[in-house]
Each structure stands twice: as C-alpha cells, then as structure tokens.
C-alpha cells in the first residue's frame, strides 16, 4: 500500500509537473518594466506616456511572438527584485547581461551594444581626455582595458564621477577607478547630468548611447562626450531582455523574435532612428 500510495503520489507530481510545463508555453500577455528615464533607450514623455528604442522595440517583439504586451516604468534598482517578485514578466530597460546579474535572472540574445563612456563640460580640464570614440574590450583584451584606465588615472584623481546607482558603469567604477576618485551615486542618469551642469561634480560615466543622445538636447550645449569606451566582460554581452531563471520558453521566445529583428534589419532602422548609427550586436 505505502509503495502504491508512493507510485501514485509521483505519478501525480509529474503529472502536476507536465502540466506546469505546458502552461509555461502558452504566454499570450506579457508585462514589462522599463526605467523611463534613460534616453534615448526609454524616457517618458510630457503626458506621461514612454517612448525610445525599447518602446519602439518591444512593441516590433511582441508583434512578432503574437503575445498581448504592456510597458510600465519603475526606477532602475528595483527592477530585478520586482521581476522576482512576480509583479511583471520581462525587464526592456537598457540592461546588460552581466555574469553578476545572470547569478539572480536569466537574459534573452542581446539586442543592442553600445559600450560605457564619459561627459564632462566643454571648459573642463578633462575636455581633452585622450582615445575618445577608442573601444577597450573586457572580454577580448581585459589587459589592455586594465592598461588604458591606469592611462587615465592621472587625469581623474581626486575627481568627482557621477553614475546611476545599480548601473554597470557604478560595478566598473567601484573595480577600476574606486581608490582614484569620489563616487557619487544617482538614482536616475537624468540627475548626474544636472548636477554636472550646474558644476557639482566632474563627469559622469553611462552608455556611450545615453550621453550622445544627452549633450545633444537643448539646454545640454555645455556637455561633451569624451575619453575612451568599455565594453564586454564584467559590463555584459549588450542590452538583453531579463526574465526569471524559471521562465524558459519565454527567452525562447524573446531569442526568437530578437533574432529575427536582427536578420531583417529592424534593429538598425530604430538604432539609425535613436542614436544615429547602429547598435545591432555583433
């Protein structure tokens, strides 16, 4: 009897466990956070609505996967324990897959790449940092990424650096530059880029996308970008979709489309459309 009551309890628990597997197939709504305050990836409009790449991009994504989506924002650092937490499905906010980030969630294919670099104003004594635009590998060259910072280092000590909290940029920071320079910390890149402008901090470091798109706006003449790129290895593969650990059929899903994006060239149309070149992963 107890070997019966055993049998018939697995049987079950399989049974339960198929089941849950089927259920997990049949996404037909997705919801999704973004940060809304990250140009020209997302931001939020006048009237409250958000546009941007993402906007753009989740919307081409979904259409694709034949799946009901909704996007709504929340700041930046909540963002994976929410997802976590169950109140949304999948995270479209200019986030790279990192190692230290796939330990918690799990990311699709990356659909952007475009590298972390500075913006100071145009009378700094940093204005002229040397190898600006010059891209330095994480990933293929950590040596001579490791060599460029100690290049820099001069120039940025005892130097104020403004960076979002939670960032990719604030990891990079803490490893490369922590012992060189003050670090302040921002809840959104909209604020460093406020505090530089009124003089209260040196230089920020985000997205070689962002800060383009920032110094170009109106009000913003007085920014530059500058210095040199990072990219790969502790700051990710590229902007990827984040979902939880669990919800694999979903990243099928979102690897799908995304590379069908890819291949059709519906990336390199928003990127010509956002950042003015391409931020197609390759």
């Not at 383009?212 to 979709?241: C, I, Y």
Request: aromatic letters at 8%.
């Amino acid at each position: 009897m107890k070997i019966a009551k055993f049998l018939a309890a697995a049987l079950l628990g399989l049974s339960m466990a198929g089941a849950a597997h089927a259920d997990e197939k049949k996404w037909t709504k997705i919801n999704i956070a973004t940060e809304g305050a990250f140009r020209p990836w997302n931001y939020t409009n006048a009237d409250g609505s958000l546009g941007g790449f993402e906007v753009d991009l989740y919307k081409d994504l979904c259409a694709r996967m034949k799946v009901e989506c909704t996007m709504t924002a929340q700041p930046f650092d909540s963002l994976i324990p929410a997802l976590n937490a169950g109140k949304f499905d999948a995270i479209i906010a200019g986030m790279s897959a990192t190692p230290k980030r796939e330990q918690v969630i799990s990311f699709s294919v990356p659909y952007g790449t475009t590298g972390q670099t500075f913006a100071t104003l145009k009378d700094s004594d940093l204005a002229k940092m040397p190898d600006k635009g010059e891209v330095f590998s994480l990933a293929t060259n950590e040596a001579g990424a490791a060599a460029e910072v100690e290049k820099l280092k001069p120039l940025l000590k005892g130097k104020v650096i403004g960076v979002q909290t939670a960032s990719i940029a604030e990891t990079w920071l803490n490893k490369y530059l922590k012992d060189t320079v003050e670090i302040r910390e921002y809840k959104t890149t909209e604020e460093h880029d406020l505090d530089l402008l009124a003089g209260r901090i040196d230089l920020t470091i985000a997205s070689m996308a962002y800060l383009s798109t920032a110094a170009a706006k109106p009000g913003n003449e007085d920014m530059v970008v500058v210095g040199p790129r990072f990219q790969g290895g502790m700051l990710g593969r590229g902007s990827s979709v984040g979902m939880r650990k669990g919800d694999t059929e979903l990243k099928a899903m979102f690897d799908k489309a995304i590379g069908e994006a890819q291949a059709d060239g519906t990336i390199k149309k928003l990127s010509a459309k956002y950042f003015g070149f391409d931020v197609t992963p390759r």
